[in-house]
């Protein structure tokens, strides 16, 4: 999944950034080290974080590097398939903490990425979970053991603007093909998130191994949403610009990750719903990320204190509302500090809905063969 | 005549030589040696795996959707430069003989322009081209209509972000190309009775080759690994292949697949520069005599 844009729009961060900022990047490094300097000198240890932006607030670090007298630096990351490359080609020594999308979580405990915890050992934080969420954590456990603890999560489902379209029309996928609706709708380039709900769509049950005929389906359908779409982008801030002033009439593969910002700043009329089960398919889908203790022979102690300390009630609200984006957390003790507002602009009353109606987004099977699918569609049109 | 024999031997030329021989083996000739040898290999479930075969370019010659994004590519490209000079020649002429008073100061506001984040001005120019942007406002005060511009999220829009992002190369290039031209030469055409235009087609373009050899080759290369114009301009509606290359990267976490696209861009831009350098040095010649 990709979530590049988002914070490329916040970081300013593409090739030529990167390029023109190589130079200063480069003295930098030589003298503070690849991860940039470090907190405090004098800090008992360090921590070297890889994670999606808000996991880096100010806010969150902070508190607990002033509390335990550790430093962290941290290491953005722009894609969590790119993440877990990059920890499996070997960065994985050089690293402590790493949030990212839960099923890449999932796959480093396996990968020997992360290590294993033990649930008893968070035993206190699980009891403060939403019950979806507590031990044994189905999505991401292995062999009866678990990588890491859930931190946040959401649906994806249509994007709509109540002011242009009313929420019915879209308890179903079908306006993305219809007629009406030509170059009215917005893909969001975000890796698998926008084929996913369009092969359920097609009848396709992604997550389960695909034959040959269920991928030509994905194709098809994939095909037929690129014909009537007017833009698939990979930023943020175009797809919400174009949704509020109704030059988008829904986004597609975005969820509540790209609408709860909005809600925030105001922008109710945004929803993110999850469609009808259609042949008895869920048409949603929940995302969520995850934080797992990376496996670099260090044992950190520290490192599992973070995690406890970053699912925290007070830790999780400030999680949940970042500059960048809203998203909702699993710890049910956090949902007493929410406001109406906020609870309001996260869709909290919708939720369960959205849950009970989805699937739970995991590494699919053939998201290779899709994902080319994707890339050799995208290149037709 | 004493001619100084330059031998590898020699310790001066040797140190002289030594640092950038260096940087160009670091950063320039082991990350390429390294990129052709990951497109050997292959990945499974996520993880490089050194298997040494030709999988990955089997994929590459036997998939038309690669090519077609690469040809359109180098079409872009093409475009782009010719676009790029169009603009800049007369541009650059204005500014070395009709402007030279405000020289310095047309200058500063383009080299201002051109430092500009390439984010911003990519973003920019969304407000521009929308439906709504500043683009149709105008014309709609025009009295053309609604929403007569289309451009945000088509080819042309990527073609118009390249085309802004590029054109101050061959603008300077040619200039100063153009600045170094002897005024006594354009004049020596005028006194042996040559029209403006002829003096201008005769002694001035030729004069000004380098600078336009120059600005339209690193317009090209620049354009061939175009990446947030198509992106966040072209609205997905026609990517090329700076964008193929990192969904195999990033998205698809097939580093193989990645530098092999990676190699076949820098095949096809080395080749497009070597074919227009032949042409062009063929052209000169024949002008020679």
Known sequence: MTKETADMARTGVDRRAVLKGMGGLGLAAAGAGIFGMPRSASAAESLNYMCWEGYNAPTILEPFQKQKDVSISVDLITDSAGGFAKLAAGAA??????????????????????????DKDFAEQYAEFYPQFRAPFAPLQFEGKATGLPTRWGWVGPTVNTKFDKLETWSSYAPVFDAAYKDKICLLDWGDWPIMPLALYAGVDPYVPLDQAAL??????????????RAIVADLAIAQKGLIDGSFRALIGGGTYATS????????????????????????????????????????????????????????????ITEATCNLVPNAKAEALFSDAEKKALQMDYMWTAWDNSHFHTVAPNIDDMLAIWQEELAAR | MRTDSKSWRDPVLVATVAPLAIVMLLFFVIPLVMT??????????????????????????????????????????????????????????ALATRLRAYNAQIQILIIFAFLTDAVLKTFGWILVLDKSGVANWLLAHLGLGPEALNLLFTPTGTMIGMVYGLVVYPLFTIYLSLARIDRDLVLAAYDSGASRLRAFFEVTLPLSRPGLYCGAVLVFVLSLGAFLEPKVLGGGTAPLASELIRQSFETRVNWPLGAALTLVLIVIGALSLALSAAVLLRGSRRAAR
């Open chain 1, 93 to 118: 020594k050089d690293f402590d903490l790493v949030s990212s999308d839960s099923p890449w979580i999932a796959r480093m405990g396996p990968a020997g990425i992360c290590r294993y915890i033990d």
């Open chain 1, 216 to 229: 030509d389906e994905v194709r098809k359908v994939l095909r037929a949403a690129f014909k009537n779409t």
């Open chain 1, 261 to 320: 910002s909005l809600r925030m700043k105001g922008h109710d009329y945004i929803q993110s719903i999850v469609p009808e089960p259609k042949n008895g398919l869920k048409q949603g889908i929940i995302w969520m990320e995850a934080t797992g203790l990376i496996e670099n022979g260090r044992d950190s102690k520290v490192a599992a204190d973070f995690l406890k300390y970053i699912v925290s009630p007070e830790v999780a609200k400030q999680l949940s």
């Open chain 2, 36 to 93: 052709a040898v990951l497109s050997f290999q292959t990945t499974q479930f996520y993880r490089l795996s050194w298997t040494w075969d030709l999988k990955i370019w089997t994929e590459v010659f036997s998939k038309p959707h690669y090519w077609t994004i690469m040809a359109r590519t180098v079409a872009m490209a093409l475009v782009c430069v010719v676009i790029c000079v169009l603009i800049a020649f007369p541009a650059a002429y």
